[in-house]
């Protein structure tokens, strides 16, 4: 029963902590006409910060999986979610599209590396026989959050500004980071 209940606080925390990405990269999508107003920068300049991102998300999954194998796991991912925080903070305090650029690219690192870190913290402990499911249950939660996202980063647009979804990032990594 108590290696059940491990097993299911590894899924849910795999979950969270898989999402952190995935939502930092979504939250943005309703700010980034703000944000091409406010940085007068034309709207394609603007789309560098999900283009990069997506870039970013990926090299993170890439290059970081094989540190958490010398290093450990939480190690590694505590310092992924630490990065996807400073980032976040960076992003709103960020003076121009450059700046802003930089700390969004480091977010989706962050993010990145975090989800990698997790899937093969799933793998350690359920082992390749059993690991499927507990992916996918993983999986689905990285899903849940894209579409959840720009939701949320509409309304902190509409209450706020632009910068009030890095605060929102910011916040919610703080929250995993505290978790994790």
Request: charged share 10%; no cysteine; hydrophobic share 65%.
């Amino acid at each position: 029963m108590q290696k059940r209940d491990a097993s299911r606080r590894l899924i849910a925390g795999s979950a969270i902590i898989g999402s952190i990405g995935t939502f930092g990269l979504h939250v943005l999508l309703p700010a980034l006409p703000a944000i091409a107003e406010a940085m007068r920068v034309p709207a394609a300049a603007a789309q560098l910060l999900i283009s990069l991102s997506i870039l970013a998300i990926a090299l993170g999954n890439l290059a970081i999986a094989p540190l958490s194998d010398r290093f450990g796991r939480r190690p590694v991912v505590l310092a992924s979610l630490g990065l996807f925080v400073v980032a976040s903070l960076a992003g709103i305090v960020a003076p121009s599209l450059e700046w802003l650029v930089v700390a969004r690219v480091l977010q989706a690192f962050g993010g990145g590396a975090a989800m990698s870190v997790m899937r093969a913290t799933i793998l350690d402990h359920f082992g390749p026989a059993r690991a499927a499911s507990a992916l996918a249950a993983t999986a689905t939660a990285i899903l849940v959050a894209p579409m959840l996202a720009p939701t949320l980063g509409g309304l902190a647009i509409e209450w706020l500004d632009w910068r009030a979804v890095f605060a929102l990032s910011g916040l919610l990594g703080a929250f995993v980071l505290w978790f994790a």
